[in-house]
């Protein structure tokens, strides 16, 4: 199989296309013909062995994918040859075969392409689980989320406007902005261009119900000083590269909530609200009311040009591998 290959750690360039042996199939897996891959941040991170966990060289990076059954392991029931599927797994998605567990996928709808597929699952789950299980959002609320332009971020958008949200989208660039715009956000924000304090004060007096924050840094304690009394501050992660230390005093004197999403704790510990979010959710995306933005397409050859793009954080919504081309 042709695949992307992390050798040594360390800048996007030391990661190759080569040709390797399929992975093996063991019983109770499944192997599926990877038709595209999504560039995600923890890919770079993952190559440069700065992740929150380490995977040891030799290794074929990438999360997400999709594709098509090629063979099903002894045991495995309710996939089999043929069906069209898209998955998560740590490493292993920029390939042309990947082999998961059946837990580990989940079967693409009909009309919904492969690169939208493999875009899809971790930023939009993240978003919905957030905003209906851990902010609980309800309509009418004002909702601002930082990194609007990212992944994560523009899921966000789309799914608090979906949901019923008044959304004001934070990011760093006019284009950005302006597609968080065409996904439904009404107030635009450019922190790059002023103090973020002051705009969200200007924009929202009164202050807002709910802050989704997947970038942490300087960003998180202005959007926090904007929340109104009893508002909910989520805190995703950190593509800004630090985490961020929030004065106490800020959340008690408004009487606000900070609570954090992590997706594995969330299935651990919440798993009937994740089966109802992902019936939901799945539902949306069957119906063609909910698709991933996809800023940028590359074939696989040009893999580490696609690393690098999302490590410079010129993204825009998702990147996507087309691995079959």
């Known amino acids: 199989m042709r695949a992307a290959v992390c050798r040594s750690y360390g800048s996007p360039d030391v990661v190759t296309v080569d040709e390797l042996p399929a992975p093996e199939l063991n019983a109770g897996q499944v192997r599926v013909g990877v038709a595209a891959a999504a560039v995600n941040f923890p890919d770079v991170l993952l190559v440069a062995d700065k992740y929150q966990m380490s995977v040891p060289p030799t290794f074929v990076p990438g999360s997400e994918f999709a594709g098509v059954i090629e ?36 079967r693409t709808p009909d009309g919904v392409d492969d690169g939208a597929a493999a875009a899809f699952g971790v930023a939009h789950r993240t978003a919905f689980h957030v905003l209906r299980s851990v902010a609980r959002l309800q309509p009418g609320e004002e909702l601002v989320v930082l990194g609007a332009g990212g992944g994560v971020g523009l899921a966000t958008v789309q799914l608090g406007a979906l949901l019923g949200a008044s959304v004001t ?18 107030t635009l924000i450019n922190h790059r261009e002023g103090d973020l304090r002051q705009s969200l004060r200007d924009s929202h007096s009164d202050g807002v119900d709910i802050v989704v924050d997947p970038v942490g840094g300087d960003l998180a304690e202005p959007a926090l000083r904007s929340l109104r009394w009893g508002g909910r501050f989520v805190t995703v992660g950190y593509a800004s590269g630090t985490i961020p230390r929030i004065p106490l005093n800020l959340v008690m004197l408004k009487g606000c909530r900070v609570v954090g999403f992590q997706m594995l704790s969330f299935a651990t510990n919440a798993p009937d609200e994740l089966r109802t979010n992902e019936a939901e959710l799945m539902a949306l995306l069957a119906d063609g009311r909910v698709l991933p933005h996809i800023g940028k397409r590359f074939p696989l050859d040009d893999v580490v040009a696609a690393l690098q793009f999302v490590a410079e954080g010129r993204a825009i919504g998702k990147v996507v591998l087309d691995v079959s081309r």
């Not at 490493?91 to 990947?98: D, K, L, R, S, Y």
């Not at 989208?169 to 009404?186: F, N, Q, R």
């Open 71 to 106: 063979e099903v392991g002894e045991g495995v029931s309710g996939l089999a040859v043929g069906h069209r599927v898209f998955g998560t797994a740590l490493v292993g998605a920029f390939a042309t075969q990947i082999v998961v567990s059946p837990g580990a996928l989940t």
């Open 169 to 186: 989208a934070v990011a760093s660039s006019p284009e950005k902005l302006d597609a968080a715009k065409e996904h439904g956000a009404t």
